[in-house]
């Protein structure tokens, strides 16, 4: 059984751009949840979708947004990029939702120059 | 604020011995409780759920849950190097899991 997907795994940008991160869910999970992991705050939630709908969003400025299409393939975007952008996005899925038992990508690290 | 929190270690215990992680919540109403696993460069890895106050095995690995005093704990019997890595505690936090900031794991030979 495949597990979830995330692509880009590494990219780098620089401040002011945009940028657009995907995640495949496994297979038969409609809920995708972002997370963004650093050094100094660890995981921090980003928001949640689960049937193409952002069911919650966590503390984080409106330039970090994202959508669900209809096969739970999900994208997050990030404009305007911050020097304090800079981590690892990592997308989860899970059958049940956003509290209950999440299954981690690899991730994607952004570095912002 | 909901918060969960680890000691971030370094907990460092000889092959062979019990690791013992502990945890505490703030949130009172928090129902569910996860231990993640996450080595260096790597993504977290889901090792145990705990729903019920008490103790839940899964092979060498064992949580123990007690809601009275907002405390979450993973023993790891038999510690191999390979066990060596950061171990996250999250509790769900009503819409999300909160995470705390792991406590890292050196198991040595």
């Known amino acids: 059984k495949a597990g979830v997907t995330q692509t880009p795994r590494y990219l780098i940008k620089t401040r002011g751009q945009q940028v657009t991160l995907s995640c495949s869910p496994i297979s038969g999970h409609r809920s995708v949840s972002w997370y963004q992991q650093t050094p100094g705050q660890g995981l921090q939630f980003l928001f949640e979708y689960f049937s193409e709908t952002q069911r919650n969003k966590g503390n984080f400025p409106g330039r970090f947004s994202g959508r669900q299409f209809s096969n739970s393939r999900s994208e997050m975007n990030v404009s305007t990029l911050e020097l304090g952008d800079s981590a690892l996005y990592l997308c989860?899925?899970?059958?049940?939702?956003?509290?209950?038992?999440?299954?981690f990508g690899e991730g994607s690290r952004l570095t912002v120059l | 604020q909901k918060e969960v929190e680890q000691n971030s270690g370094p907990l460092s215990v000889p092959e062979g011995a019990i690791a013992s992680l502990n945890c505490t919540y703030s949130?009172?109403?928090?129902?569910?409780f996860f231990w993640y696993r996450q080595y260096s460069g790597k993504s977290p890895e889901l090792i145990m759920s705990?729903?019920?106050?008490g103790d839940k095995e899964d092979g060498r690995f064992t949580a123990q849950l007690n809601k009275a005093s907002q405390y979450v704990s993973l023993l790891i019997r038999d510690s191999q190097p390979s066990d060596s890595a950061t171990y996250l505690c999250a509790s769900h936090s009503g819409y999300a899991l909160n995470f705390g900031k792991g406590t890292s794991l050196l198991v040595t030979p």
């Open positions: 949130d009172r109403v928090s129902q569910s």
């Open positions: 989860a899925s899970s059958r049940t939702g956003a509290g209950g038992e999440l299954f």
């Open positions: 705990i729903y019920s106050n």
